[in-house]
Every structure is written in structure tokens, then in C-alpha cells.
């Protein structure tokens, strides 16, 4: 989980609808804020392990985001909650992993699913397919993990004519420093990563055109970097299937782009 404070660099204060909500799951599960808009969208990424035959583990993905109106991040200690819900993403699928050696897992997945923006009335189809490598070495002191995407997403608009998609490649190290800490009964340790995202087309994030002011143009994510900071923990916290086992903090940015990220999964 992660989340998004989204600035545009030109320093307009119109109101955009940055990050399009058929996206959710894939562009950073979690909560994020848009800028110009009091709105919030907190991102489960619920998954479950059907069984392993072999070397491989075979399961279900069942992320779910929610989009909020008056949430912010500060109301979750109070445990103010939203009185309305916004938007809506589900995308299930069946994620496959193969551990190909000791050092070595690939992965793969396969999402079709639903949103629908509850405030404007209109919703789309989704689906989403990618592969991935996580290669884990030691290095000196630092045990590291190098992982390697490649996936896409599309959405298509049900009853109005509406499409977009993306493709990307994400290459990023994840290194555990040799420490160990506890918060209450859950031992930690802390790990710092660094990861790249190269786009093969930009990601338009006002693709509803909700822009007040028309001299704004429009905020895209282009290549971008992000690095951070997370704890990851000894045990998942909370259950097996919906709790989280990071906890961590980064920055992202491009050209057009940047976010503060609160992490809650691996990172890469």
C-alpha cells in the first residue's frame, strides 16, 4: 500500500483529476491525495495463497480501492471515516510464482475487473497482465533483492467512449541493512531500495479532462525514480491474507510528477 501526494510542477491550483481511478491498483496501492482535490483513495491489496505444487504457488489477487471525499491521511489515528464513498476498483485475478532456484522466484499475474466513479455515474472494465523476477544475493553485509517488472493496464469505458492504456518497465535494488529492532512484539529490520520506472507511452492523469482551467495542461508520468526507506517486519501484522509486513516512506519523481509514498508491502 502506498501514499500519493500529487504535485504539478507548473503550480496551478485548478482542480484536475490527477490519477485516473481505473489505475488504482496499479499505479500505487494505498492512499494517496490529489492536489486541488479533498479527496483520498485507500487501496487494500488483498491477496490469498491457494496452495504450492512444487516449486510453484499458485493464488488469487483481490485488490480493492476505494476513493473518498473530506478523508485525509490525519483523520485515520481519529478514525474519522468517510461519510461517502467516491470511486470504487476491483480487479481480481490469478498470480502465479515459480521458484526457479534458491536465489531466484518468477512471477506472474492476470487481472480483469471493474470501477465506477460513483460521482459522475460512469465506470469501466479493466485488466491488467504482467511478469516479473526477484533475484536475492548477498552483498557484503546486505542482504539484497534485485526485481525486475514488466506489465500493463487498460481500461475501457462501459456505455461512453473512453480507453486508455500503459505499459512499463520497473528495475529497482531492495537491501536489508544487517540490523534488527522490535516494535512491541514484532521484530524489524530496516531496508532501503531504489527502483525506475521507464514508460513505453506517459500516463495521462487527468484523462477525464476535469480541468477548470483550460490553459492548464495536462500532468503525465513520465520515467521516473523513486527510492525510500521501509521496516520490514518478521511477521505479517494483522491476518495472512489482508495485514502487511513494511511499513516505510519514499519520494517519486519525473518531469511533470512527483509523490510522497507511505509504503505497507514491498516496495518494488
Known amino acids: 500500500m502506498c501514499c500519493y501526494s500529487v504535485v504539478a510542477d507548473d503550480g496551478s491550483n485548478s482542480e484536475i483529476e490527477v ?3 481505473a489505475y488504482a491498483n496499479y499505479l500505487g496501492s494505498g492512499i494517496y491525495r490529489t492536489t486541488g482535490q479533498d479527496a483520498s483513495i485507500i487501496n487494500l ?7 504450492t505444487v512444487g516449486k510453484t504457488t499458485y ?25 461517502e464513498v467516491g470511486t470504487a476498483t ?13 536465489n531466484l522466484a518468477i512471477e506472474t499475474y492476470l487481472d480483469y475487473g471493474y470501477a465506477k466513479n ?7 472494465s479493466i485488466h491488467s497482465a504482467g511478469i516479473s523476477s526477484l533475484y536475492h544475493f548477498d552483498y557484503q553485509e546486505l542482504d539484497t533483492i534485485w526485481a525486475t517488472r514488466l506489465y500493463y493496464a487498460a481500461y475501457q469505458g462501459n456505455g461512453y467512449s473512453a480507453q486508455d492504456s500503459y505499459a512499463a518497465l520497473q528495475v529497482g ?15 524489524f529490520q530496516p531496508r532501503l531500495f531504489a527502483t525506475a520506472f521507464w514508460y513505453f507511452n506517459d500516463v495521462e492523469f487527468n484523462s477525464q479532462k476535469s480541468i477548470l482551467n483550460s490553459e492548464v495542461s495536462n500532468v503525465t508520468l ?9 521496516f520490514k517486519f518478521d511477521r505479517v501484522i494483522g491476518y495472512s491474507w489482508a495485514g502487511f509486513d513494511r511499513l516505510g516512506l519514499s519520494y517519486r519523481f ?3 510528477f512527483s509523490a510522497f509514498r507511505l509504503l505497507f508491502s514491498f516496495p518494488i
Request: aromatic share 18%.
Open 19 to 21: 490519477v485516473h481511478y
Open 45 to 51: 491489496p488483498f491477496a490469498y495463497d491457494i496452495d
Open 59 to 83: 493464488g488469487l489477487r483481490l485488490p480493492l480501492s476505494l476513493g473518498f471525499f473530506d478523508f485525509e491521511i490525519a483523520d485515520i489515528p481519529e478514525l474519522d471515516l468517510p461519510s
Open 90 to 102: 476491483f480487479t481480481p485475478g490469478v498470480a502465479l510464482s515459480y521458484q526457479y532456484s534458491d
Open 118 to 124: 460513483f460521482t459522475s455515474g460512469y465506470n469501466v
Open 173 to 187: 535494488l531492495d537491501a536489508g541493512l544487517p540490523l534488527k529492532y522490535q516494535i512491541f512484539s514484532y521484530p
Open 222 to 230: 513520465s520515467n521516473s525514480v523513486e527510492f525510500g526507506l521501509t
Open 254 to 256: 519525473s518531469d511533470d
